[in-house]
């Protein structure tokens, strides 16, 4: 299967704290993407990073990748009880106009 | 500017039954995409369409399929409904060459 794996499977963590999320994939690809779902926005898309790097920011969100290892990290810092949601690890082969998504980290941020 | 819109929100058929779901992609994208969701899972692709065809296939049945309309709209219909079809159906749309798919609040769809 080309689906990527995230892990852990759950986190539950204090407001203030991070959380970090790893995820591992099969195949090549082009780029991995990082996406959050929630029940009252639906899913939404946080962070693209190409194959040719391995690391990039946005707001409280650090990404790293390692093609190497075939393995990406999300780190939220500071969270918030807003960023209670499931986060995908989501990629896409060479070639191919499909998102492969894993299963989910289902974070809870407690107040 | 509206983002991708979905129609209905919610749906229940039978099983043997068909069903149609619409899709409104974002402004200015031309090309769309659609999901399949499980309970608790991740989603799964279904198929694109881009130019009025269908691009890209995933591993879904023949009982599913799409059309696209000149305005970039789409469709997704089920024929004979089975109860493992129920899930939250995702439709995403794109600019040809983007990289980065916009999804819609998706149709909840329930088997009985």
């Known amino acids: 299967s080309q689906q990527g794996e995230e892990d852990p499977q759950a986190l539950s963590i204090q407001e203030g704290e991070n959380a970090t999320m790893n995820c591992s994939y099969k195949?090549?690809?082009?780029?991995l993407q990082w996406y959050r779902q929630n029940s009252g926005r639906g899913l939404v898309h946080l962070i693209l990073i190409r194959s040719n790097e391995r690391e990039k920011h946005s707001g409280r969100l650090r990404v790293t990748l390692d093609t190497s290892k075939k393995s990406s990290s999300l780190l939220i810092t500071a969270s918030r009880a807003a960023d209670t949601a499931s986060y995908f690890c989501?990629?896409?082969?060479?070639?191919?106009?499909?998102?492969?998504f894993g299963k989910g980290t289902k974070l809870s941020v407690i107040p | 500017d509206a983002g991708v819109t979905q129609s209905p929100t919610h749906l229940i058929k039978t099983r043997g039954q068909q069903v149609t779901l619409r899709c409104s992609p974002k402004?200015?994208?031309?090309?769309v995409s659609w999901y399949q969701q499980a309970l608790g899972q991740g989603p799964q692709f279904i198929f694109q369409?881009?130019?009025?065809?269908?691009?890209q296939r995933g591993n879904f049945p023949d009982r599913f399929s799409g059309h696209q309309f000149p305005n970039y709209s789409s469709e997704l219909n089920v024929n004979a409904l089975l109860l493992g079809d129920s899930a939250l159906y995702l439709c995403a749309s794109s600019w040809t060459g983007g990289e980065t798919q916009y999804f819609g609040p998706g149709t909840r769809l329930l088997v009985l």
């Open positions: 989501v990629f896409s082969g060479a070639g191919s106009y499909q998102l492969t």
């Open positions: 402004s200015g994208h031309d090309t």
């Open positions: 195949t090549s690809i082009n780029n």
């Open positions: 369409y881009y130019e009025e065809e269908e691009r």
